[in-house]
């Protein structure tokens, strides 16, 4: 068996392409870590000993979303061995979002929640004791008085009218690029007139994936000790060094020059580990008690509280002609954040950049939310952004295959992508090899294809008419259909009017923002509805009381700005596919 | 709080710790004793991460009452080579890419020396159960098993 | 606060112990009592162990054998005498799970664990306590869950005739998962035909349970396919299986025929 997991190298494809002279591809070489695995004495970031460690563990939401009536730490406090308990209000600045680090977004995260909780597990309080044991039994004697809200556990539902807000910040339950934009939008070409075409046949599928936990062996975790210099030293497992020293530098409200971070021996991340909130969590707890801190999850909260994977939902539909080119793709896609930023709003340009697929397709138009709902917060896994996309159009593909009647593989190569052909992202193809991939995996796999498919290559028949831009509907402003006016919407300190209801129309086409006069009211308008272009699904019940009709529950805003740490003045903003493009 | 002594054999030296009531023994070998080689996975049974042979048998050290080990002998991987000498299963991990993060490594590692030390030339069927309950989130199986039936060839080669 | 240990000489004592706390535990093999102290349950803040010999013992009586509750899953798999009930052992946790685990712990041992008690259960399984009465592993398991557990000291089996006793554990993963389902038949034989079946299933209810229905339907068929018809038609009759992460209730329920098919035609032997 492990005969048969050996890597071929087909040095035979596109071999004029490169010069075969590499000295490590193809060769085995070790590890420069290997001798500390085998002797178990990599050093990942519990192996460090500090005399007199104390021992942290969070007081956790039970409740998918609950108002914080109070918090009693009194009982907890007096218990054997608890030496501090911490609070939101010992935080300096106990709001953040983890792309703030590159510009890129709201503020939309407290370390610890103040006023309320927007998911099971998320973190009000965090023990600290002498022994585990001793902050587990603390823990267990912390009681808080919740007043339990509506909550939504699915991203059309958070898009309904009258859902639940999930996060101040975001109050229609999306992120806002750029503070405008409720969406991220693809377009090129015209799809709704090729989907009118006579001569097409309209293949539709909607996908969706669940969030999948990175489950890392060694769980996420930080100890963090006092130097003797006012500096502090954080071993950490995270696996993104310099956001967990700028995160915590900014929650800490500290120079990052005052904080040692050593990391870099990570026990599995597979992107969990990109946005801990071990360290600042840790670091505070040094400060505050003057001794070595550890803050490690246990498994359960690894699976829980870990951000997972976001779970996505993908609409597609196609025009294929009888051959079988697909001369249309439509998309329309949820990204379930969770109830906090974290990577998602990326996740969701790089799926938009990733569309249609590995394929030439000359009409496509996308439309992709980033939504948040009471779930655990999402965030980076291997490929995030892409492979949720990729297994829908994959499914897809197949679907249309059996529509047509054509082969499922013979489909792939007819339609993929081949070097020189225009991107809808519009971008020219380069080193395309799905086509090479389809043909090696079907003489692998002993799956016949016809003669003209196995003589098919990515190095000819693109470029030329593939490669134009085909001419993209826009309004008299040089706008694509439901692009809001240019002035973005005002920040929101309050939640806002419920959302507009959603259309019940098939349009690809949100009905409002479009039309709306490009000079600005006067007064600042309402928040356009975030129109999900198909009906959504209604709430399975309508809650009881709704959130809007609270009094206004106003977001943690740190007193002073944020001046210190690793955020630079005039930092550039994040470009994006439809954002302002930078050049 | 109450501690009670506890002596046993550690790679075969004798151990004296005072332990705290119902420590583990993967808690009393790494922050009381320092032998750092042992992980922690998720302290529930699940994930072989803690691995250390008790008497020669495999034993989740996580979920090993520190008491029980009285008297007994514990062997973990700082215990595995032989002076400077590595064994066989560290050298053949080392030579098959048997590693990837290198946190499940010390269990596979006692998994797979449990089994040697009563199989000395198992089967692929033999290799695969051996470690069935060690989880390697890298996803390495096929190398760990290439490098276990590796590494007891090697070892009869050494015997020989 | 913090937890103490009180480790005993004999069962009895441990036993005496036991009865008269409200806030201990008794550790066997520690895979279950560790798990909920490494977690911070707050229910106990004792741990009792005894290393009483007699709880490792496993000894003839008659047509029965006795295996003592401190008896584990490896010792199960290397004993002659036990030969029957390997697979079962086998099927509990990987080397380092059942190196630890014992007999009397996957007694007690919650949904979806107990994959030996539910063979132990087909097999006619008695619980000797501590102060030597016995109770028929049905009433055991009823009594599961209210008060304080009694401390079983051994459990009796029936020693099943050579071929009669089949065991299946059904999972996703291979070669360790936690159970889908397992199932366990003893089933004796009078000229050919089955007198006196008993069918146990694990991880199809909140504990090991026999399927009465199951039971009856074999009764006086022989092990074919038209044989054991009525039996696979009979197989998920009146269950309410569990839901959780490896298996919906209705996934359980649907295989259950399936896999009980399999188990009533698989070749003696």
């Known amino acids: 068996m492990s005969s048969q997991t050996r890597v071929e190298l087909r040095k035979d494809l596109f071999a004029d392409e490169r010069d075969d002279n590499l000295n490590e591809i193809g060769r085995p070489t070790a590890r420069q870590d290997i001798l500390g695995h085998v002797t178990g004495r990599s050093p990942f970031f519990d192996d460090h000993q500090f005399d007199g460690l104390l021992h942290m563990r969070c007081v956790r939401s039970p409740h998918h979303h609950a108002r914080i009536r109070r918090i009693d730490i009194a009982a907890a406090e007096r218990m054997p061995g608890v030496r501090r308990i911490i609070l939101g209000r010992d935080v300096p600045h106990n709001l953040n979002t983890l792309l703030s680090l590159i510009d890129f977004g709201r503020d939309d995260e407290p370390l610890l929640a103040t006023g309320k909780v927007s998911y099971v597990g998320e973190a009000v309080a965090a023990v600290i004791a002498e022994t585990e044991r001793q902050a587990r039994d603390a823990v267990a004697a912390v009681r808080v008085d919740w007043e339990v809200l509506p909550h939504v556990l699915d991203p059309e539902e958070a898009l309904a009218p009258g859902a639940p807000i999930v996060n101040e910040t975001w109050p229609r339950n999306v992120f806002e690029y750029h503070d405008k934009y409720t969406h991220q939008k693809l377009r090129f070409g015209d799809v709704e007139r090729a989907f009118a075409r006579p001569d097409v046949e309209i293949v539709e599928g909607r996908y969706q994936m669940s969030p999948i936990e990175q489950a890392p062996t060694e769980t996420c975790g930080a100890i963090a000790a006092p130097e003797t210099n006012g500096r502090y030293v954080c071993h950490t497992s995270t696996q993104a060094l310099f956001f967990s020293l700028g995160t915590t530098a900014k929650l800490l409200d500290m120079p990052s020059s005052r904080l040692h971070f050593i990391g870099g021996t990570v026990g599995g991340g597979f992107g969990g580990k990109v946005d801990s909130l071990h360290e600042p969590l840790a670091v505070l707890g040094a400060i505050l008690t003057g001794a070595p801190v550890k803050y490690i999850w246990d498994r359960a909260e690894e699976m829980q509280v870990g951000a997972p994977r976001g779970a996505e939902r993908w609409y597609l539909k196609d025009a294929v002609t009888r051959d079988g080119r697909i001369v249309a793709r439509r998309f329309r896609g949820y990204f379930d954040c969770g109830a906090y930023t974290r990577l998602s709003s990326y996740a969701v340009q790089k799926a938009t950049g990733h569309l249609p697929g590995p394929y030439t397709i000359e009409n496509v138009s996308s439309d992709v939310y980033c939504v948040f709902t009471n779930r655990t917060p999402a965030t980076a896994m291997r490929g995030f952004g892409i492979t949720g996309v990729d297994f829908a159009i994959e499914c897809h593909m197949d679907k249309v295959a059996e529509r047509v009647g054509l082969d499922p593989i013979e489909l792939r190569i007819l339609n993929a992508y081949r070097d020189g052909d225009m991107k809808a992202h519009r971008r020219l193809a380069k080193n395309t090899a799905l086509i090479e991939c389809c043909q090696v995996a079907a003489e692998k796999a002993g799956w016949p294809i016809r003669p003209e498919f196995a003589a098919m290559s990515s190095l000819t028949g693109g470029g030329g008419d593939r490669a134009a831009i085909p001419e993209t509907v826009t309004d008299e402003e040089g706008r694509v259909d439901g692009t809001p006016a240019a002035r973005p919407a005002p920040r929101p300190a309050a939640p806002a009017p419920a959302p507009a209801p959603a259309t019940a129309s098939t349009s690809a086409r949100p009905a409002a923002p479009a039309t709306r006069p490009a000079a600005p009211p006067a007064t600042p308008p309402a928040a356009p509805p975030v129109a999900p272009p198909v009906s959504a699904p209604a709430p399975a019940a309508a809650p009881a009381e709704r959130p809007q009709e609270r009094p206004a529950q106003k977001p943690y805003q740190p007193q002073e700005p944020f001046t210190r740490g690793v955020k630079k003045p005039g930092a550039h903003r994040f470009s994006s596919l439809s954002g302002t493009r930078r050049r | ?160 | 606060m913090g937890l103490t240990v009180e480790t005993y000489a004999s069962a009895a004592e441990a036993a005496r112990a036991l009865a008269a706390a409200q806030d201990a535990r008794y550790l066997g093999g520690g895979t279950l009592v560790m798990r909920a102290v490494n977690y911070g349950d707050q229910s106990f803040r004792r741990i009792l162990r005894a290393t009483d010999p007699a709880l490792g013992r496993i000894a003839a009586q008659g047509g029965r054998i006795s295996v003592g509750a401190g008896v584990t899953m490896a010792e199960i798999t290397e004993s002659r005498e036990l030969g029957f009930l390997a697979p079962a052992a086998r099927a509990v946790g990987g080397p380092a799970i059942r190196s630890m685990a014992t007999v009397g712990g996957n007694l007690f041992a919650a949904h979806p664990y107990g994959d030996l008690a539910a063979a132990l259960l087909a097999l006619d399984g008695r619980a000797v306590l501590a102060d030597g009465r016995e109770q028929a592993l049905d009433e055991l398991f009823a009594a599961r869950g209210r008060g304080q557990q009694p401390l079983v000291t051994a459990v009796t089996i029936a020693r099943p005739e050579r071929g009669a006793f089949r065991f299946r554990k059904v999972s996703r993963v291979k070669p360790k998962g936690v159970s889908v389902m397992s199932i366990a038949a003893w089933l004796p034989r009078s000229g050919g035909r089955i007198a006196g079946a008993r069918v146990a299933y694990g991880a199809m209810g909140p504990t090991p349970r026999r399927v009465p229905r199951v039971e009856q339907a074999l009764e006086g068929r022989t092990l074919d396919a038209a044989g054991v018809q009525a039996a696979v038609a009979a197989a998920a009759e009146g269950l309410d299986p569990p839901e959780d992460a490896i298996a919906s209730a209705w996934y359980r329920r649907a295989v259950a025929p399936v896999h009980l098919r399999r188990l009533l035609l698989e070749e003696d032997g």
């Open chain 2, 1 to 160: 709080m109450a501690r009670t002594p506890v002596e046993f054999r550690l790679n075969g030296a004798e151990k004296a710790v005072f332990v705290e009531g119902g420590a583990n023994l993967l808690d009393v070998l790494r922050r009381g004793l320092g032998d750092m080689t042992p992980k922690y996975g998720c302290g529930q049974g699940t994930c072989g991460t803690c691995t250390v042979l008790v008497d020669g048998r495999p034993q989740l050290a996580c979920l090993t009452l520190a008491e029980t080990v009285a008297g007994r002998e514990v062997r973990t991987v700082a215990g595995l080579p032989d002076g400077a000498e590595l064994h066989p299963l560290q050298d053949a991990f080392m030579e098959n890419f048997a590693a990837q993060c290198g946190y499940c490594t010390p269990g596979m590692l006692m998994a797979a020396a449990a089994l040697l030390e009563r199989r000395p030339d198992p089967s692929r069927e033999e290799v695969v159960e051996a470690i069935s309950g060690n989880i390697c989130r890298c996803t390495g199986y096929e190398p760990i098993i290439a490098a276990i039936l590796d590494a007891a060839q090697r070892r009869r080669r050494r015997a020989s």
